[in-house]
């Protein structure tokens, strides 16, 4: 079984101030990790995705996440926002075996003030 | 290529009525897979298929049908659509047993039922 649970159904920040969306875990198989971006009316977009390699993963527009296998964590940063990066923010894991499953979490709202 | 490709849009039935959600992708993909979101719940699998003639279910699959006749196509029913399958659609679909490559995502079907 595995679940995902973002902390912050909503998170509030001054345009050029960091990020943080928190992204919480469980999974019994190895897992893969991916965030995903939405902007209102659209489609999801991936951010960035942690497989195995690196626990630091560097995605598009400056967004970056670290796995933390001890705190079963994969939490979103990015040093300085953007007015565009207003939008809902999925964390997703999959199974690295038999990940036809994949789990998102509830989604965080990331709202950036001028 | 055109990606994933939802239609319709938007859509209202009434209570008892049926319909289908039409989902295309023209990029070879074997697994397609239909989602819904709801407020503060993320994206919830519905139903997938790793290939043509070969569907399973997801997490909530109760209320709907798919079929998958071709690879490019998968189509999910509402049989007799209810006001709790008000919500957001979204078809997605990836290279199978990917399971660390990204999902494409379709732009979403908004459903009212009444």
């Known amino acids: 079984a595995q679940s995902v649970t973002q902390l912050d159904s909503h998170v509030s920040v001054s345009e050029g101030t960091p990020v943080l969306l928190r992204c919480n875990y469980s999974?019994?198989?190895?897992?893969?990790l991916f965030w995903y971006v939405q902007h209102p009316n659209k489609g999801l977009q991936l951010l960035l995705k942690?497989?195995?390699?690196?626990?630091l993963v560097k995605g598009i527009n400056g967004f970056e996440a670290e796995f933390k296998k001890s705190e079963t964590s994969f939490h979103l940063t990015k040093p300085s926002a953007h007015m565009s990066d207003a939008a809902e923010y999925f964390c997703?894991?999959?199974?690295?075996?038999?990940?036809?499953?994949?789990?998102f979490g509830g989604g965080t709202r990331l709202m950036v003030k001028p | 290529n055109a990606g994933v490709t939802q239609t319709p849009k938007f859509q209202v039935l009434k209570t008892g009525q049926s319909m289908t959600l039409q989902c295309a992708q023209d990029?070879?993909?074997?697994?397609m897979s239909w989602y819904r979101q709801d407020p503060g719940m993320g994206l919830r699998l519905i139903h997938y298929s790793v290939g043509a003639g070969i569907t399973d279910q997801g997490e909530v699959p109760n209320g709907y049908n798919v079929s998958r006749s071709t690879t490019e196509d998968f189509p999910l029913r509402l049989l007799s659509a209810a006001p709790s399958q008000t919500s957001v659609y979204f078809c997605?679909?990836?290279?199978?047993?990917?399971?660390?490559?990204?999902?494409?995502f379709g732009s979403g079907t908004q459903l009212s039922v009444l």
């Open positions: 990029m070879n993909h074997e697994y």
């Open positions: 942690y497989t195995s390699a690196a626990t």
């Open positions: 997605a679909s990836r290279a199978r047993d990917r399971f660390n490559e990204k999902l494409f």
């Open positions: 997703v894991v999959s199974p690295t075996i038999a990940g036809n499953m994949l789990t």
């Open positions: 999974s019994s198989y190895s897992p893969s």
